[in-house]
């Protein structure tokens, strides 16, 4: 879904589009706003890493190993379309760039600052108490009606263990400073933020802490 934030105080938009991964329709949504946009820079939640790795994947395709929790979120997201990896919303992102020539900013945690979070708060016994709760987290009721409520479900089913928990919330609060950055100090006029659904909220929540708000009243979830 694209949103667009507006400062009344400088009269500067932030433009958001937040997509389920994994859903080819998003990517096809996504493919649409960005061509009638014509970004010049796009942020997008991956690791700087991860966006020169689409890049290579792109120019030569190859099977990808999947863990088993991706496998059972693909299964349990199909129910809203059809499903690919990578994730059509970060595939769109590289292809438009790869064809306009614009920016493409990772502002997901780099690897040496995921490792070393990963490090801190995941512990053996998260790692046992996720490999052994799978077939629970396949059969589990999201109560979801969409796909924005199953990835919202999903992302807090990842964070019952509580260091996951504890590192999604790093995640969220390195993504927020780099918006905040961006926002404050790199500021481009013709820009979209892309981020996981699972991040919205956390994004939304910054900019209004900024001083923006939704340039859409009746888009303000």
């Not at 937040?18 to 796009?42: F, Q, R, T, Y």
């Not at 863990?67 to 590289?94: F, Q």
């Not at 996981?196 to 859409?216: C, K, Q, T, W």
């Amino acid at each position: 879904m694209y949103r667009e934030f507006r400062n009344p105080e400088n009269n500067r938009n932030i433009r958001v589009y937040s997509g389920v991964k994994g859903l080819i329709s998003h990517g096809d949504d996504l493919k649409s706003v960005l061509n009638a946009m014509n970004p010049e820079i796009i942020l997008v939640t991956i690791a700087p890493s991860e966006v020169n790795g689409l890049r290579e994947f792109l120019k030569d395709p190859f099977e990808m190993n999947l863990s088993d929790y991706e496998i059972i979120y693909g299964i349990r997201l199909r129910k809203y379309g059809e499903v690919m990896t990578p994730p059509p919303i970060y595939i769109e992102v590289i292809n438009y760039s790869e064809k306009s020539g614009s920016r493409v900013t990772g502002i997901d945690m780099d690897d040496e600052t995921y490792n070393t979070a990963y490090t801190q708060n995941i512990r053996s016994f998260d790692l046992l108490r996720d490999s052994m709760r799978k077939k629970r987290v396949l059969n589990a009721d999201y109560h979801d009606t969409n796909e924005y409520e199953f990835a919202e479900a999903w992302a807090e089913k990842q964070k019952a263990i509580r260091g996951r928990r504890k590192l999604e919330q790093m995640r969220m609060s390195y993504i927020a400073g780099k918006v905040r950055e961006f926002v404050t100090q790199d500021y481009v006029e013709n820009h979209i933020i892309v981020c996981d659904h699972e991040f919205y909220n956390g994004i939304r929540d910054v900019l209004i802490s900024m001083g923006y708000a939704p340039a859409d009243p009746d888009q303000a979830t």
